[in-house]
């Protein structure tokens, strides 16, 4: 089992910024995946990004150039400093751990993160 606590979240006006924290524990393999999917009212969890154990990153085309996803290994902590938020990105925010020796998926409880015009 692994343990996903996130932090972060909150209330911002469009063009400032919040950072995620996602702390990974329990089981955790040293292959793995850590990364951020959206979900907003009415509308499906959508990956946001996603960084490997060796640091290869995947990002939603919108986030580009905004958001940055990092993570501290020594920590099993994935980050999201998301710059330059417009009203599009609210949503709450679900951390993933995705475990590669048994290819199973753990989520956090989700943060919420709501941009105003």
């Known amino acids: 089992q692994v343990q996903l606590v996130e932090s972060g979240g909150g209330l911002v006006q469009a063009g400032g910024s919040l950072r995620l924290s996602c702390a990974a524990s329990?089981?955790?393999?040293?292959?793995?995946?850590m990364g951020w999917y959206r979900q907003a009212p009415g509308i499906s969890r959508d990956l946001v990004a996603i960084?490997?154990?060796?640091?290869?990153?995947n990002y939603v085309d919108s986030v580009k150039g905004r958001f940055t996803i990092s993570r501290d290994n020594a920590k099993n902590t994935v980050y999201l400093q998301m710059n330059n938020l417009k009203p599009e990105d609210t949503g709450v925010y679900y951390c993933?751990?995705?475990?590669?020796?048994?290819?199973?998926?753990?989520w956090g409880q989700g943060t919420q993160v709501t941009v105003s015009s």
């Open positions: 993933l751990y995705k475990n590669y020796e048994t290819w199973i998926d753990y």
């Open positions: 329990g089981s955790i393999f040293s292959i793995n995946a």
């Open positions: 960084i490997s154990t060796d640091g290869n990153t």
